[in-house]
Each structure stands twice: as structure tokens, then as C-alpha cells.
Nanobody, 116 residues
Framework: QVRLVESGGGLVQPGGSLRLSCAAS????????MNWYRQAPGKERELVAS????????NYFGSVKGRFTISRDNAKNTVYLQMHSLKPEDTAVYYC?????????WGQGTQVTVSS
């Protein structure tokens, strides 16, 4: 079955960096685009970044542009989110998602807390 497992979250000071990973299994990873979302307390889940199946095209949404980088390693079935210049407003649970034949699959999420 489809499985997505995020890791790499934690507590970081403002201005710091983190790299999140999402390990995928149960589907042909190299043929699907992947997405990172986040959900802050009391807010709706929002799309942060997306990447095409071959990694050739990426898109960023909202305030993360210029600070976050999405990438993937199809040999390792893993998608990454490199985050720099983190701000307190980046505090959220971060999720990876894949859409397969109109069905959305999510990981369990990884908590990122930006605080001094």
C-alpha cells in the first residue's frame, strides 16, 4: 500500500535551517509529482511546494519562495524540503502528499517549531 513517512522536523531558532525528508513506498515513485504541505495551529493546511516526477520543475507558494527548496531522489524514493531563513510563522506540521488516480495520500507529518 502507499506509504509516506516524513522526518527531519524539530525545534530551530529563527534564521535557522532544517531539511525535511519524505520516504515513499508502495507505488512507482519516479512517475508521480510530489507535494509538501503544512498546517499551523488553528489554520488550514496549505500547499508549500511541488515537484514534477523527474524533478525538472518546481513550484513554491506563499511566503516560502526564495527560502525553501524542494528536491527528490528517485533512486531513494525520497522527496526533500530544504528550509532556510526560518521564521516563527513557519511553525507547523509539515506533510508530504502524492495524488494517485484522484486519490490523495498523506504522511503522518513532522513538526517544525521555529522559536528562540
Amino acid at each position: 500500500q502507499v506509504r509516506l513517512v516524513e522526518s527531519g522536523g524539530g525545534l530551530v531558532q529563527p534564521g535557522g535551517s532544517l531539511r525535511l525528508s519524505c520516504a515513499a513506498s508502495g507505488f512507482t515513485f519516479s512517475t508521480y509529482g510530489m507535494n509538501w504541505y503544512r498546517q499551523a495551529p488553528g489554520k488550514e493546511r496549505e500547499l508549500v511546494a511541488s515537484i514534477t516526477s523527474d524533478g525538472g520543475r518546481t513550484n513554491y507558494f506563499g511566503s516560502v519562495k526564495g527560502r525553501f527548496t524542494i528536491s527528490r531522489d528517485n533512486a531513494k524514493n525520497t522527496v526533500y524540503l530544504q528550509m532556510h531563513s526560518l521564521k516563527p510563522e513557519d511553525t507547523a506540521v509539515y506533510y508530504c502528499k502524492v495524488l494517485i488516480v484522484y486519490a490523495a495520500y498523506w504522511g503522518q507529518g513532522t513538526q517544525v517549531t521555529v522559536s528562540s
